[in-house]
């Protein structure tokens, strides 16, 4: 009896929440499904009067949202890669090797997590330019691929990890990569994904480097192509509340799937690499 | 010591890799940054220029459909168009210029002028070269592209603030037409304030904490200072020139300005406190008139479904001024002279067929692009205020002054009069400090 | 070595040092370099030379388009008169302390309420992340517009429960509130996750050995899973210090730093002095500034979560 008091409880809470977290997205779901006149109507409505798709298809038809879109997933899919790549093993070593200066490089390299875009987007502008760089994927990708936090994460994921697993197969005569490789890789998968999940929102929605770096309409990413034809409110232009939203609406899609595929892996990683008992 | 530069060297061959790759596999980028001098100068290639502009929404659709026109219509010039938000482009048109692949052309507001001539990136001379001829522009938009006797750009636009009035809602309040001064503005907004019981602001038991309507409505962000300005400059009052070094404020005239400004939110209560999207409001019903731009013509166009008119900017003072801004186009220092010459005739073109430019609610200062213009909707009120539209300053510290983002001086003014309701005498001391201090920064 | 709490992943505590690892081969030292090489060249590149010289730009007079003129530490100077800049730091203090505790708070509540066995858990977990999946800018549009004070949706409800409106970005009391509850939003299901990650990482042996123990679920969770979790809550409270600090879009785009300097954040302050006015020295300057802040409030944050030093 107390348990299924409890069990209702949880399923209450769990409901609020859900509520709490989707309330203003709800909300502009319910409007991008609306004409214009409507979304401003007031007292608001949630169940709109005239349901239309026009916003939807107007972002489709008139803009190059799927190019864009391309740009947003081949930026956001090769930086995560990158980042992947060159951080886990950067952080293996900073995690579990000791050799001088790795205090230092570290700080360092935490440091810079400090130090927010705006600070260096001139200097890294007028690099990318002497280099031929601007205007291009690599643009955003190689800037998003000096990634911090991943480091700040797997550094000491890695050092967490117990050391009579790289013991054993030392023993065994592995060599240094191919413990990275075939012990370290497959026990950190939750911190991977973990990793993953975030460096690639955070590049798929990455915004004012971006938009700095890259100068043709085909080669703009999502958010700064959504935010061009939006409108702006702080600037004299009318903002189109409609296609704005329908446009947002539509760019969550790609992260949410990144979430649903890989929130698996770090709930059972763990739980299944059997190390930890 | 010896690990440092073997670092160094790696970091120094992964950089030429990139920029080796960069430039094969993209040749759209390397065709604006490397191609100077005689590159670009052979006979049958066109000549690419790349031109910047801050619109986004309706306005960069039209802008983005003329550059294509302009581009089929000859084949010397190819002209890229980019744009961003204003202050976001100009970061990266500087940044630009800093590494010497500057835009061709760049559009800009009057008053943000003053500043790149400040900072010496444009090119008065490609100006001139056009030989432009003053008859053939809006003169308030014409003036507006001169800074100390030397013209920088040539005029594109005028902007404007007017009066949006829901006629529907005037017809069943009884009100015949939209009110053009001080006493008849006041009187229509408090019929036009409704109360949840039905009771208008002028009748008895008005109940002012639970209003369902609201008869006027305007920004009461940086554009609450514009009409400040306005009123200013209705007393026949205008303290700001492109040259000051100081300010002194006339207390009771610019008092009387925003005196004016907060009785309609506290005194009459005509005027929702703190509200954040007239046009919005407008646009739903929900406020009968706003003062608000011609940029939001289309918009309201397509938006409403009542019927609705503009009128000019009421004259609540002796005189009639209204707040205003010209875009225009201006050409940055290049030492390839065939960019600028191709910079040269592509202003002159999209000038001379800005007419479609109106589309989307601006006003051409081309006179021919303007008389040529399919009217749109409500354009006639803002047509009719050209004679005493008013700009701000092109000071070189305009920008600062002006500013629509925090810290800005106009901005702690106009939030102070229309949020907090404090006393117009101590706001206009704030804000002539708050300038003093930023003229002399 | 070999208990459970160490091999916990989460028992850094008893690894603060790594003296009790046994040292590597010399050799090793060059294995340790190539794994890194990849990462740091990309890494001095496009980020550590980009950064120092955005810093050293503080030293200097710079419009973006001109040359740079060295000015010594006057730009530092300027900062001690100028009332604007006091401000973002209170501001910026201020934010923080609305939006640390209840983002680390409610994130580990969710994150161990969604570590629970239960049905719809994991929707649970995808709707918590929605926020922060979202474009900020058009975080702060859909926020802007509910926050209305007139024809809002919140202050519909809050008539419609016999409440009256509150005036929440144009009232420069509320203004500061009404963003940081925005920013609560956004950021707690990405420290849900962070959080969850951790809790992954405790055994469930560990849990199960004290309930049998007789320990209530609270004493549990006080006494096995906080210890345990401090390393990820020292990771999680510095990222959210960094990205409290450092939060600029939905500012941007809510308040633009008002009503009045109400909202203006030392982030904020800083894009307005580059970006705006094009005075990109004394940006710089308040880069250093905020620099120096975060790493104050680390310093602090390490003295009260001390773990992971040996890194």
């Known amino acids: 009896m107390e348990k299924g008091m409890r069990q209702s409880l949880k399923y209450i809470l769990l409901i609020v929440i859900c509520v709490v977290f989707l309330f203003p997205l709800a909300w502009a779901l319910a409007c991008s499904i609306k004409p214009e006149s409507e979304i401003l109507s007031y007292p608001p409505k949630w169940i709109p009067d005239t349901f239309t798709v026009s916003n939807y298809t107007t972002v489709l038809e008139k803009y190059p949202y799927l190019s864009w879109g391309a740009n947003s997933l081949i930026t956001a899919v090769c930086g995560t890669l990158m980042i992947l790549f060159l951080s886990s093993l950067a952080a293996y070593a900073l995690g579990r090797f000791e050799f001088r200066g790795r205090k230092l490089i570290y700080g360092t390299i935490v440091t810079m997590l400090l130090i927010p875009i705006q600070a260096y987007m001139i200097p890294l502008y007028l690099m990318c330019a002497k280099i031929g760089l601007l205007n291009t994927y690599a643009s955003i990708i190689f800037p998003s691929a000096a990634n911090v936090t991943s480091i700040f994460i797997l550094t000491s994921f890695f050092k967490s990890l117990p050391r009579e697993l790289e013991e054993a197969a030392r023993i065994d005569g592995c060599g240094e990569f191919t413990i990275f490789l075939k012990i370290m890789l497959p026990l950190s998968k939750p911190a991977l994904s973990t990793v993953t999940i975030l460096t690639f929102i955070a590049n798929w929605n990455s915004f004012l480097w971006p938009m700095i770096a890259i100068r043709s309409d085909k080669m703009l990413t999502l958010p700064v192509g959504i935010a061009q034809f939006m409108g702006s409110v702080n600037s004299n232009a009318q903002f189109q509340y409609g296609t704005a939203l329908a446009a947002c609406c539509m760019a969550i899609i790609p992260t949410m799937v990144v979430f649903l595929l890989l929130q698996r892996y770090f709930v059972e990683g763990i739980a299944t690499s059997g190390i930890k008992g | ?441 | 070595m070999s208990n459970r709490q160490m091999s916990s992943g989460a028992a850094a505590r008893n690894l603060t040092s790594t003296k009790g690892t046994k040292p590597l081969r010399a050799s090793q030292g060059k294995i340790a370099a190539l794994f890194l090489l990849p990462y740091l060249a990309v890494f001095l590149v496009f980020r550590l030379g980009p950064s120092i010289a955005g810093i050293a730009i503080s030293f200097f007079k710079w419009d973006l388009a001109g040359s740079l003129s060295f000015i010594g530490i006057n730009n530092f100077k300027r900062m001690l008169t100028d009332s604007n800049f006091h401000t973002s730091i209170l501001n910026t203090l201020i934010f923080f302390v609305l939006t640390l505790p209840p983002l680390i708070l409610l994130s580990l509540l969710l994150a161990a309420f969604f570590n629970q066995k239960m049905r719809g858990r994991n929707v649970g977990r995808v709707v918590a992340i929605i926020p922060y999946v979202l474009i900020p800018a058009v975080v702060g549009i859909i926020w802007n517009w509910m926050y209305d004070n007139n024809f809002g949706i919140l202050n519909f409800y809050i008539k419609k429960m016999g409440g009256s409106a509150i005036h929440w970005l144009t009232n420069e009391h509320v203004a500061l509130i009404s963003v940081a509850i925005v920013i609560i939003w956004s950021f707690l299901g990405y420290n849900t996750i962070l959080f969850l990650a951790g809790l992954q990482g405790i055994p469930k042996e560990l849990y199960e050995a004290s309930l049998i123990d007789g320990a209530t679920r609270f004493q549990t969770f006080m006494k096995i899973t906080l210890p345990l979790l401090k390393p990820t809550t020292s990771m999680v409270v510095t990222l959210t210090m960094v990205n409290t600090v450092q939060l600029f879009d939905q500012i941007y785009v809510m308040t633009n730093g008002g009503p009045g300097t109400s909202t203006l954040t030392m982030v904020q302050y800083l894009y307005t002095s580059a970006f705006q006015n094009y005075e990109m020295g004394y940006g710089s300057a308040i880069e250093v500034a905020v620099l120096i802040i975060l790493v104050i409030m680390i310093f602090i944050q390490n003295k009260f979560l001390k773990v992971d030093e040996g890194v």
Request: charged share 15%; net charge negative; proline share 3%.
């Open chain 2, 1 to 441: 010591m010896k690990k440092i530069i073997a670092v160094l060297a790696s970091i120094a061959m992964v950089s030429s890799l990139f920029s080796g790759c960069a430039g094969g596999s993209q040749p759209a980028s390397t065709a604006s940054g490397a191609a100077s001098g005689a590159a670009s100068s052979s006979a049958s290639a066109p000549v690419s220029i790349n031109y910047y502009g801050g619109w986004t929404g309706g306005d960069l659709d039209k802008m983005s459909a003329l550059v294509q026109k302009f581009n089929e219509s000859q084949s010397e010039v190819q002209v890229t168009f980019t744009s961003l938000q204003w202050s976001q482009m100009f970061t990266k048109f500087l940044a630009d210029y800093q590494a010497g692949s500057t835009p061709d052309v760049v559009a800009m507001h009057t008053f943000e002028l003053g500043q790149f001539v400040d900072m010496g990136v444009l090119n008065a001379d490609a100006i001139k070269g056009l030989n432009l001829n003053a008859a053939d522009y809006i003169k308030t938009a014409w003036d507006g592209t001169i800074l100390n006797d030397v013209q920088y750009g040539i005029p594109l636009d005028v902007n404007m603030h007017a009066l949006y009035y829901n006629k529907d809602l005037f017809k069943a309040a009884g009100i015949a037409s939209a009110p053009t001064n001080k006493e008849e503005l006041i009187a229509a907004a408090q019929k036009l304030t409704v109360d949840a019981n039905g009771k208008n602001a002028t009748e008895s038991g008005f109940d002012a904490a639970n209003i369902k309507q609201y008869g006027f409505g305007f920004l009461q962000n940086h554009h609450a200072f514009y009409q400040t300005f306005a009123l200013m400059n209705q007393q026949g009052y205008n303290p700001f020139t492109d040259n000051m070094t100081t300010l002194s404020l006339d207390s009771g005239k610019t008092s009387a300005a925003l005196q004016f400004l907060e009785d309609l939110v506290y005194k009459y209560k005509v005027t929702p406190a703190g509200e954040k999207s007239p046009i919005d409001d407008f646009k739903a019903g929900s406020v009968a008139m706003v003062i608000d731009g011609n940029w939001q013509l289309s918009g309201v166009n397509s938006a409403a479904k009542f019927d609705w008119d503009t009128a000019a900017y009421p004259q609540i003072f002796s005189q009639k001024a209204v707040w205003g801004a010209a875009e225009l186009l201006a050409i940055p220092n290049n030492k390839d002279a065939d960019k600028v010459k191709a910079a040269q005739t592509f202003i002159k073109w999209l000038s001379d067929n800005s007419a479609e430019w109106a589309l989307s609610g601006q006003i051409p200062a081309n006179v021919k692009a303007q008389q040529a213009a399919t009217k749109i909707k409500g354009i006639d009120a803002y047509n009719s205020e050209l004679d005493y539209v008013k700009f701000l300053p092109a000071h070189k510290k305009s920008v600062k002054i002006f500013s629509s983002a925090a810290p800005s001086p106009i901005l702690t003014a106009a939030q102070n009069a229309m949020l907090n309701g404090k006393d117009p005498a101590e706001i206009t001391k704030q804000l002539e400090s708050d300038i003093n201090k930023v003229l002399a920064g």
